[in-house]
């Protein structure tokens, strides 16, 4: 069983920064793929970025470039920096963790789910 806590959401001026923090339980958390999704009022959860246990990354192409997904094994803790964020950037943000993978956007793959933070962008 893997508990996650998202931490860090809040409310920016278009252009600025944030870093989100997804803390988990367990001992075995190194093994784990984590990702970062997220839902808009209204909308469908979706797919942001993905990390898997070695570290390797991919990323939506909406956010390409401007977010980076990192981990620290250590911490049991996967980050989420979000930079030259957008008003469409808004949403609760989502951390999750798979013990496996076939496809890293598809959230049905994901085990565990933490309960959100929200960030909210301002024009």
């Known amino acids: 069983q893997v508990q996650l806590v998202e931490s860090g959401g809040a409310l920016v001026q278009a252009g600025g920064s944030l870093r989100l923090s997804c803390a988990a339980s367990?001992?075995?958390?190194?093994?784990?793929?984590m990702a970062w999704f997220r839902q808009a009022l209204g909308k469908e959860r979706e797919f942001v970025t993905h990390?898997?246990?070695?570290?390797?990354?991919y990323y939506a192409d909406s956010v390409k470039g401007r977010f980076t997904i990192s981990r620290d094994n250590a911490k049991n803790t996967v980050y989420l920096q979000m930079n030259s964020l957008k008003p469409e950037d808004t949403a609760v943000y989502y951390c999750?963790?798979?013990?496996?993978?076939?496809?890293?956007?598809?959230?049905?793959?994901?085990?565990?789910w933490g309960q959100g933070t929200q960030v909210t962008v301002s024009s």
């Open positions: 999750a963790a798979a013990r496996s993978y076939y496809s890293p956007t598809n959230r049905g793959e994901y085990d565990y």
């Open positions: 990390i898997n246990w070695s570290g390797s990354t």
């Open positions: 367990g001992r075995t958390f190194s093994s784990y793929h």
